[in-house]
């Protein structure tokens, strides 16, 4: 401020320097000897010019001081405002927790009384018994467990306490080593799958010993009386592989809560040589897998892997036979954590090239964001790529063998198909502001209108059958063998109009190019054509499967 009072003083100076100079100016004008070319006029108008323009800035430069400081004013209050909000945030998240905290130590001090009553109430000879139970409980506190593990799998043990089970029969399972058991809980309960989920990390520390529980719970991923074709197609089976997998997965959830003593005396050697001998047992069958096994939906495929990454055995096998698994499993939700889990992170820029070989294109993308690899595998375009060879036409073989109409219909069902993986991609990866989704859903609504004008107009081009004229002429009586003549006519309609029996699901055909990794060898062999899709006729692009 005083620089700008300064300033403003010796502007205002300016008018008495003028006169000043034009006094002096005269005073020399009088003691020329020649006439100047130069007028006083002139210097006058060229200095009061420079006022002017010095005012002007002058006053330009205080209005952008009051701007910025009234800038710094506002951006005070609204920090102001901001920590205030927090502050109270973390208050009433501090009383909210305070508040669930009391709610569970009372509820473990009433359980603990009615317990005390009913002890009381047990004949003399079951007291060793209860207090052999008691001193087994004191003796592993759950204290230990390390409080950034805030995880719901982890709930039962937040703040040393452990919650009221909602499915105590799973903990009894789990104490008596009930593999079976466990299995069959699991599918009676599979409607609220994500709730046991939830608790089966839980439940598995209340075993004698987690790791054998989940070993045996293997026993029957390979039936000896299946084979691999028709394992497919049972129901009971795959649901049996997904809970080996997830209870591969809720072992791999507790030990990581556990100190690294633990864990050691946990996964103990022998348990290892267990878990090595049934995934030697395993990997021979996976050369047998059909090509179904390379959508990358594998269960068979997913639980080997998953098999290594728990029981940390993935150094007894070649890095490079992993490396070629990765593929078989790329939908699946937990790719990217086995990868990190067996060490394969640095090779996914190669699974990645093996994926857009094959036309997987979404999978891609979904393994370069999870790796940080968008950057040399750039999201939109892939997209854009994958959406380009969705809208080419079938192949010259399959689409000879069918009409025109057929053809066109399977090519503009797969772009459907394709354009809302996309859109799915999209925003799962929030990548609007790079790749609009308008015109890509306008894509759609008109091949859906394409596809519902076509099937009205296929309906109104089928020949009606003729309605058959009652048995009598005039004002006759009407004929009394009803039924009989509805069987005739029926048979007869049958003859003429034969039912149409569709022995299997549309199989839509995939690109003619068989984009096949030269390093699969011929253990896993693809058959020329045989796309992007099922042999069940659905596409296999989707987000990760769970």
Known sequence: MEDTQSVATLMDSTTSKIQQLQKAFAELESHRAVTLNLKWKQLEEHFHG???????????????????????????????????????????????????????????????????????????GATP????????????????IPLENTEDTMKPFKNGVVEVKCYPDLVE???????????????????????????????????VDPACLVLDSLKGFYPSEVSISDAKKDANLLG??????MLMECLGILLTTLELDSVSSLISASVKGRAKAIAEEWKPKLDELDIDANNGNSLEAHAFLQLLATFGINSNFNQEDLYKLIPMVSRRRQTADLCRSLGLSERMPGVIDVLVNNGRHIDAVNLAF???????????????????????VSSPVKSGNAPPTTAQNDVNEKQLTALKAVIKCIEDHKLEAQYPVDPLQNRIHQLEKEKADKKRATEVAKPQPKRPRANC?????????????????????????????????????????THVPSFLGTAYNFPPGHGNFFGNGYHYQATYLH
């Open 473 to 513: 002429v005039g004002n006759g009586a009407r004929a009394t063998n009803v039924a009989s003549d509805k069987n005739f006519y029926a048979s007869r309609m049958t003859d003429r109009y034969p039912q149409y029996i569709y022995d299997r699901p549309y199989a839509y055909p995939g690109p003619a190019d």
């Open 370 to 392: 999870a790796f940080e690899l968008t950057d040399k595998f750039s999201p939109v375009s892939l997209l854009k790529s994958y959406l380009n060879e969705a809208s080419k």
């Open 173 to 207: 399972l789990c104490q008596d080593m009930d593999s079976e058991g466990l299995h069959k809980f699991i599918s009676d309960n599979r409607k609220n799958l994500a709730a046991v989920r939830e608790e089966i990390p839980s439940a598995l520390r209340t075993a």
């Open 129 to 144: 018994e209860v207090q052999g139970e008691s001193s087994m409980f004191d003796a592993k506190p759950l204290d230990y």
């Open 50 to 124: 420079l006022e002017k323009s010095l005012k002007r800035r002058f006053t330009e430069l205080e209005d952008q001081e009051k701007e910025f400081e009234t800038k710094i004013v506002q951006s005070k209050k609204i920090l102001e405002n901001r920590q205030a909000a927090v502050i109270s945030c973390e208050k009433a998240s501090l009383e909210s927790l305070q508040e669930k905290r009391d709610a569970a130590v009372s509820a473990i001090t009433i359980a603990m009384e009615k317990h005390t009553k009913s002890n009381c109430m047990e004949p003399a």
């Open 240 to 245: 049996l592989r997904r809970t080996c997998i």
